[in-house]
């Protein structure tokens, strides 16, 4: 009866450490990806909650405004037609509005308060009026 030859010892041992040492690393490369796509994340997570507390200050301004005498008078004297006691009306007449006058201009991208809030000489300057 033949025997097999065994291998020697170290050969024995080197292989489960080279085994192990391969998952160790594979562990760890999958931890590293995976904090460095966490990080990417909380990057993105945090430029939008800056953008969202942007936007919550802009509402908070535009609904004081609409709080506002100030608002409350612009209304009556534009859309209403008031005037206060001692003041005349003065009704100027115009060349006939085309369609495209009476729409009012929407800027691409805004979001729908700046559109609703923007006046026409604003936008020519790129500023929304309060």
Do not use: C, K
Not at 26 to 46: I, K, P, W
Not at 47 to 64: N, T, V
Not at 72 to 79: I, M, Q, S
């Amino acid at each position: 009866m033949s025997r097999l030859p065994h291998p020697p010892l170290p050969t024995l041992l080197l292989v489960p450490a080279i085994l192990i040492a391969g998952y160790l690393a594979f562990t760890s490369g999958r931890y590293v990806v995976h904090n460095y796509q966490l990080n990417g994340d909380e990057q993105r997570l945090r430029a939008e909650i800056r953008e969202l507390d942007r936007d919550r200050e802009q509402l908070g301004a535009i609904h004081d405004y609409l709080e506002s005498d100030e608002y409350v008078e612009d209304v009556a004297r534009r859309v209403l037609g008031l005037v206060r006691p001692g003041e005349t009306l003065v009704v100027v007449s115009g060349a006939e509005a085309t369609p495209g006058d009476t729409q009012a201009a929407v800027t691409p991208g805004a979001r729908w308060w700046e559109n609703l809030f923007t006046r026409p000489e604003a936008m020519a300057s790129g500023t929304p009026a309060p």
